[in-house]
């Protein structure tokens, strides 16, 4: 039995990782994580016996690990204390810059960090597959569509920017140099642009169409989440897989090579 901590419980995918955990017998509730001084606002929208906290040293305590999908700022400012604390992180949060992923990794040297921008288990196949799949289609024009709901704070998607990177490595074209976000005014395409555009309307949990094509075909290969709860049960997974494991910068290549070797 692993005791999970939930930080940003409030939010979308806390709330849906609470419902999963709710229905998983092999993980525990230790206690959800809102913004300080927001304890007694939120608590009237949880059933009785889900335990909030506004300070994480005290749900530390009674976690194994703590699952946190919140806000960049907010994750550095957690992951910093868990590292203190001695408490292994599982973050899904995008929207990360450079710097920010670098302390993650830093702080992993202290406490076993489990980092993903996609914890679904389609999209983590797709990065898998897409190096050999651009390859074979060398000089074939790239572009990445993703689409989401109107509340979310990052454009692209952390996913969308995974995306970009697994290509650009594939083809060996940096995406510093590569990368057009969206196109306006005159912008005809010009050779080796990897485009990388992102709607955002209604309700929508997630999806990603990446575009390969030439003068004579095109090749649309898409993922469509079609809720957060295929998130949710990613990131239970990795809270699993996190509990027992020593200081280091895990992903989701990491977790499914683990249960895949059983
Ligand atoms: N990796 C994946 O598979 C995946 C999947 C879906 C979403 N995401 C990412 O997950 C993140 C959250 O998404 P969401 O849709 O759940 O957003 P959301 O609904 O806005 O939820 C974020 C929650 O974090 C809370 N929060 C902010 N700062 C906090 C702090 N210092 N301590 C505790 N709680 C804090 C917010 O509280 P307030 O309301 O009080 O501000 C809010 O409840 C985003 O970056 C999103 O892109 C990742």
């Given at each position: 039995m692993v005791r999970i901590g939930i930080a940003g419980i409030g939010g979308r995918m806390g709330r849906e990782i609470l419902a999963v955990l709710q229905s998983d017998p092999e993980s525990q509730l230790a206690g959800g994580l809102v913004r300080p001084g927001r304890v007694a606002e939120l608590a009237e929208s949880f059933d009785r016996g889900i335990d909030l906290y506004d300070a994480l040293p005290a749900l530390a305590e009674r976690a194994d690990v703590l699952v946190e999908f919140t806000t960049p700022d907010a994750t550095l400012a957690i992951a910093r204390e868990c590292a203190s604390l001695g408490c292994p992180l599982v973050s899904g949060t995008t929207g990360l810059i450079a710097e920010q992923l670098a302390e993650l990794q830093e702080l992993a040297t202290r406490i076993p960090v489990f980092y993903s921008r996609n914890m679904s288990v389609g999209i983590n196949a797709l990065l898998a597959?897409?190096?050999s799949l651009v390859q074979a289609l060398d000089?074939?024009?790239v572009e990445i569509v993703e689409t989401h709901h109107r509340h979310k704070a990052d454009a692209p998607s952390g996913t969308a920017l995974a995306l970009a990177e697994a290509i650009s490595t594939a083809v060996r074209r940096p995406l510093e140099h590569h990368a057009v976000y969206g196109r306006h005014g005159v912008a005809p395409r010009q050779a080796g642009d990897i485009g990388i555009h992102a709607l955002r309307a209604g309700g929508?949990?997630?999806?990603?169409?990446?575009?390969?094509?030439?003068?004579?075909?095109?090749?649309?290969v898409s993922h469509r989440a079609y809720g957060r709860r295929t998130?949710?049960?990613g990131a239970l997974r990795a809270a699993r897989f996190l509990a027992a494991r020593p200081p280091e910068f895990y992903a989701m290549p990491d977790l499914l090579a683990s249960e895949s070797r059983g």
């Open positions: 597959c897409l190096p000089g074939y024009d929508n949990a997630g999806e990603h169409t990446i575009v390969l094509a030439d003068d004579g075909e095109e090749i649309r998130f949710a049960i």
